[in-house]
């Protein structure tokens, strides 16, 4: 077929339709206003001299004529079919992405991806947004949000959550600390003043959770949004703070603090990729998502470490397994 006379902006926002099959999540997946892709697909039906899509029962249906333009579509702009996931040609590429990243995640993973995108793909941006619901499945769900990057899982058949790397808890403290020598025991750690996340920052990272079964606790001096606050805040004070073992040791070079082991039994927890499985196979997605777990390939050192084979499984089943 012919498309000759279709722009590349028509022919991308006549993909993002088809594949999404909703008019709403075609353009949050374009960076566009919902008014202003209807207005596009007004002009692609125009010229086409078809409806294209229709309502149907479970969003829009691609009409005869839609589903012999996407092949070629597909083909002008770059996309492909390979391994049950769509190729994508990153220099024409156009997208806007929404994600949710941990701050000590964002500090590792996002350089390489940004260099990628600055050396391949000059029509994608990246927003880190922060959460606008507790609800962190509804976000991905209606589409506030295309990925999450987050020390949780979820036990919903249409969210997939790919555990990505271990998540190991340390103390930090400035150097020089009077009141820590060579090792944290339990004894300082409970009487030394902390800085700590919001509770509901910190509720996937089982701290007070593993204290109380040692009967001990806390005391919480401060509490803050930023686990960046909680590095400057240690470093300028006699407070002690929790980081990841593999973000302590990203910043310790750069802040005057040093690392301890937690003088208790943390809890096994991992980060997790997660996002909903109508977005299994969404060639952006797809291709946000390697890039960011081959970020922490590369990373190695306190990011290495396998997440549980049958947690490794149980995602790779899932993942773009329609519901």
Not at 63 to 70: G, H, N
Not at 286 to 298: D, F, I, K, T, Y
């Amino acid at each position: 077929m012919n498309l000759g006379k279709l722009d590349l902006d028509l022919l991308i926002v006549f993909e993002a339709i088809y594949s999404s099959t909703d008019i709403s999540d075609a353009a949050k997946q374009l960076g566009m206003s919902q008014p202003a892709l209807s207005n596009a697909l007004d002009r692609l039906r125009m010229l086409m001299g078809d409806p294209l899509f229709t309502a149907g029962q479970h969003g829009l249906e691609a009409t005869a004529k839609a589903q012999q333009m996407i092949a070629p579509a597909r083909e002008a702009l770059g996309i492909g079919q390979r391994s049950g996931t769509h190729a994508i040609n990153l220099a024409t590429y156009r997208r806007h992405f929404r994600i949710l990243l941990i701050d000590p995640i964002e500090a590792i993973v996002m350089p390489p991806v940004l260099r990628l995108i600055a050396d391949q793909a000059p029509y994608i941006s990246i927003e880190s947004c922060l959460p606008t619901s507790p609800d962190l499945a509804e976000q991905l769900r209606s589409g506030a949000l295309d990925l999450a990057c987050y020390p949780c899982s979820f036990d919903a058949p249409d969210i997939v959550t790919l555990p990505i790397c271990p998540v190991e808890m340390v103390a930090i403290a400035r150097h020089g600390h009077p009141d820590i020598g060579d090792a944290l025991d339990l004894a300082t750690y409970t009487r030394l003043g902390h800085v700590a996340l919001l509770p509901e920052l910190q509720a996937n990272l089982h701290v007070e959770e593993d204290l109380a079964a040692h009967q001990a606790s806390r005391r919480i001096v401060c509490l803050v949004t930023k686990v960046w606050s909680i590095v400057s805040l240690v470093e300028r004070t006699e407070l002690i703070g929790h980081l990841p073992r593999w973000f302590a040791a990203e910043i310790a070079d750069h802040f005057s603090v040093t690392i301890h082991p937690l003088p208790f039994h943390n809890s096994e927890q991992y980060l997790h990729l997660i996002w909903h499985v109508k977005n299994g196979t969404d060639p952006g997605l797809c291709w946000l998502r390697e890039a960011m777990l081959a970020a922490v390939r590369q990373h190695g050192g306190g990011l290495a470490g396998p997440p549980p084979p049958d947690a490794r499984e149980r995602a790779a089943d899932d993942w773009g397994a329609p519901n």
